[in-house]
C-alpha cells in the first residue's frame, strides 16, 4: 500500500513540473475561404525556451495564413493561428512541432474539410479583396521603361528616315552635286586624249551623253530620249536654258550628229573648244536655275 502512495505521489510530482502541451481547431468543417482558427498551449514552461516555426510558416501549403499570434510568459506558451482554405476537399493538419528545452512537443494532427456552400444564383464575389498598391514614379519606370524606350527609338528612327528622305536625296539631286558630277566626268573624258589621238567619234559620242545625261538631271527635260532637233525646240520653247547655253547646246549637238554620221571630220581645235563650251556651260547652269527660281517666284 505505502509503494502504491509513493508511486502516485511521484507520479503527481512529475506531472506538476512537466510541460504540456494541448491544441485545439474551432471548427473541423469550413467553407471556401471561410476563416478558421488552431490555437496551441504550453504550460509549465519554467523559463524554458520555446522554439517553432516562424510566424506564418507553422502550417503547410494549402492552409492560407491570415493572422499568427504568439505570447509567451515565464511559465505559458500561447500561439493563436487564424487560416483559410482556397480548395474543396480534406486537408490535414500534421503533427506540430514545438521544441522546449530539450524536448520535442507534438500536437495532434486534425483533418479540415473544406466545402463549396455557393448556391447556383448566388452572386460571384473576390474571396480576397483586391490590394490597393500604391506606386511611384520609379516603380511606373520599372513597369514600363522598355515600352518607353521603345516608343523614343521607333520616333528617333521615324524622324532620321524623314531626315534622309528630305535632306538626303534633295542634297544628292541638287545642282551642285550634278555640276560637280557633270564636270568630272568631262575631265575623265579629256584624259582618254580622244582629241589627241584624232578618234573624233568616240569624243562626240562621250561628249554628247554626258551633256544629255546632264540636262536631264539639271534642268528636268527629257534630253536622255530626245532626238536633236526635238531637244533644241523644247530648249527654245522651255526659256528654262539662256540664250548662251542654248547656242553652245545647239552647236556641239548638231556638229557631234555630223560627226557620228561621217558628214563632217572637226579637227583638233575645234574639239578642244566645244569641250570647253560644254564645260562653261555646265558651270554657267546653275544661273540658268537662279534665273527661273525668280521668275517662278515672280
Request: glycine fraction near 2%.
Amino acid at each position: 500500500m505505502k509503494k502504491l502512495l509513493f508511486i502516485f505521489c511521484f507520479l503527481l510530482c512529475a506531472n506538476a513540473f512537466a510541460q504540456m502541451l494541448s491544441s485545439n481547431v474551432d471548427k473541423k468543417t469550413i467553407a471556401l475561404g471561410e476563416v478558421n482558427r488552431i490555437v496551441v498551449t504550453i504550460n509549465n514552461l519554467h523559463n524554458e525556451k520555446v522554439s517553432a516555426a516562424p510566424k506564418n510558416e507553422l502550417l503547410p501549403f494549402h492552409f492560407e495564413e491570415i493572422k499568427d499570434s504568439i505570447a509567451q510568459n515565464p511559465d505559458i506558451y500561447y500561439r493563436s493561428i487564424e487560416f483559410a482554405v482556397y480548395e474543396e476537399g480534406k486537408f490535414t493538419i500534421p503533427e506540430l512541432e514545438f521544441k522546449v528545452g530539450g524536448k520535442i512537443l507534438k500536437t495532434i494532427p486534425y483533418e479540415i474539410d473544406v466545402i463549396n456552400t455557393a448556391q447556383k444564383n448566388d452572386p460571384i464575389n473576390d474571396i480576397m479583396k483586391n490590394k490597393e498598391v500604391k506606386l511611384e514614379a520609379t516603380d511606373y519606370w520599372e513597369l514600363y521603361k522598355f515600352y518607353i524606350l521603345g516608343a523614343i527609338a521607333v520616333i528617333c528612327l521615324i524622324i532620321a528616315i524623314f531626315m534622309i528622305v528630305k535632306w538626303g536625296r534633295k542634297s544628292k539631286s541638287s545642282p551642285v552635286v550634278a555640276t560637280n558630277q557633270t564636270l568630272k566626268e568631262l575631265d575623265s573624258l579629256k584624259k582618254k586624249k580622244y582629241v589627241e589621238s584624232g578618234n573624233y567619234r568616240s569624243f562626240y559620242v562621250e561628249l554628247i551623253d554626258i551633256s544629255r545625261k546632264f540636262i536631264t538631271k539639271q534642268y528636268h527635260l527629257p534630253a536622255d530620249v530626245l532626238l536633236t532637233d526635238d531637244l533644241i525646240d523644247l530648249m527654245k520653247k522651255n526659256n528654262t536654258i539662256s540664250q548662251e547655253n542654248e547656242k553652245v547646246v545647239e552647236d556641239v549637238f548638231l556638229r557631234g550628229d555630223l560627226v557620228k554620221f561621217a558628214k563632217t571630220f572637226p579637227d583638233k581645235d575645234t574639239m578642244e573648244k566645244d569641250l570647253a563650251d560644254i564645260r562653261d556651260f555646265v558651270k554657267r547652269s546653275s544661273e540658268d536655275l537662279e534665273f527661273e527660281n525668280l521668275r517662278k517666284d515672280v
